[in-house]
Nanobody
Framework: QVQLVESGGGLVQAGGSLRLSCAAS????????MGWFRQAPGKEREFVAA????????YLADSVKGRFTISRDNAKNTVYLQMNSLKPEDTAVYYC????????????????WGQGTQVTVSS
């Protein structure tokens, strides 16, 4: 069993930055791939970023490449999403999740999810 708690969301103006954190409980954190997804009102939950268990591989959605960075600290059981140059279309609830499967882009690969943190970008 893994519990995930996201933090760091908030209201920011377009062009600003936020750093999301996802703290995980459980002793197996370092063996999981981790992902960030987001869901805007009326839209499906979509992939944003993911990172392999050892940090050796990272993946970003095309819409956030060059603006977002994912990283992890296995000693702290925490994964981060650094979001720069934010746009109003980045407004959504952001979720972190864990996966032991190879395909970290597919939402169906993830088994544990956090409750989400709201990110609102004003124009």
């Amino acid at each position: 069993q893994v519990q995930l708690v996201e933090s760091g969301g908030g209201l920011v103006q377009a062009g600003g930055s936020l750093r999301l954190s996802c703290a995980a409980s459980g002793r197996s954190f370092s063996s999981y791939g981790m992902g960030w997804f987001r869901q805007a009102p009326g839209k499906e939950r979509e992939f944003v970023a993911a990172i392999r268990w050892n940090g050796a591989g990272t993946y970003l959605a095309d819409s956030v490449k060059g603006r977002f960075t994912i990283s992890r600290d296995n000693a702290k059981n925490t994964v981060y999403l650094q979001m720069n140059s934010l746009k109003p279309e980045d407004t959504a609830v952001y979720y972190c999740a864990t996966s032991r499967l190879a395909n970290l882009v597919d939402r169906m690969s993830y088994n544990y999810w956090g409750q989400g943190t709201q990110v609102t970008v004003s124009s």
